[in-house]
């Protein structure tokens, strides 16, 4: 079946514009999480969501990232006026229950110059 | 702090041998275990997952151990194939940020030598 699928591939963007990153999950799944992940680095939970729980927004690191899933499967990452540290791969999952198993994306390869 | 790491950064090994690679981690209330393999340019793959009520688990090719006493958590691929180069991952589900959720650490490269 079809796996957790993310659009762009790739994105090259000037500092201080704003990028938007798709994530379809795996139909059927209630859990979405970002994350994202710099060169060599680990991953670094940014928010997830739960079926129509408020979405847990911890991991965000600053009021520049939101996301939002809309009838509980698209989700979009939006990050304002991106910055040069925001260059990473950022990573989409989603699991049947929450936390446990994810099923990962290919990710979005972002690139601010 | 909390955190979930691993004790050697890169491993390299012949095709054929064992591997071992290792993950210690500090939340002994945290109840269940990932691997997960990450090739270039690919997301995380899930391996095999363990809970906290066991000490052992066995996949395909693959065994994850757990000792809970010394907070420490292996896994062992048997009969190392160059397809299992990748970048290997735990993950352990804690509560952070007021909330559960699971931890990655950061990864140990493994890189099979034919």
């Known amino acids: 079946g079809a796996g957790v699928s993310q659009s762009p591939s790739n994105k090259v963007t000037e500092k201080g514009k704003d990028v938007e990153l798709r994530c379809d999950p795996i139909?059927?799944?209630?859990?979405l999480y970002w994350y994202r992940q710099s060169l060599g680095q680990g991953l670094e939970f940014l928010i997830y969501?739960?079926?129509?729980?408020?979405?847990?927004k911890s991991g965000l690191p600053s009021d520049r990232f939101s996301a939002e899933r809309t009838g509980g499967s698209v989700s979009t990452l939006t990050i304002q006026r991106t910055q040069q540290e925001d260059s990473a791969v950022y990573l989409c999952?989603?699991?049947?229950?929450?936390?446990?198993?994810?099923?990962f994306g290919p990710g979005t390869r972002l690139t601010v110059t | 702090g909390e955190s979930v790491g691993l004790h050697l950064p890169t491993l390299s090994v012949q095709e054929g041998d064992n591997s071992i690679i290792n993950c210690a981690y500090s939340?002994?209330?945290?109840?269940?275990f990932i691997w997960y393999k990450q090739e270039s340019g690919k997301g995380p793959q899930f391996i095999i997952d363990?809970?906290?009520?066991?000490d052992k688990r066995q996949g395909q090719r693959v065994t994850v151990l757990l000792n809970k006493t010394v907070k420490h958590l292996s896994l062992q691929i048997a009969a190392t194939q160059p397809g299992d180069s990748a970048v290997y991952f735990c993950?352990?589900?804690?509560?952070?940020?007021?909330?559960?959720?699971?931890?990655f650490g950061k990864g140990t490269k493994l890189t099979v030598n034919p």
């Open positions: 999952a989603s699991s049947l229950r929450e936390n446990y198993e994810q099923y």
């Open positions: 139909s059927g799944h209630t859990a």
């Open positions: 969501f739960q079926g129509n729980s408020a979405p847990d």
């Open positions: 939340n002994s209330a945290s109840d269940y």
């Open positions: 363990i809970r906290s009520n066991m």
């Open positions: 993950a352990e589900r804690a509560y952070r940020g007021g909330s559960e959720k699971l931890v």
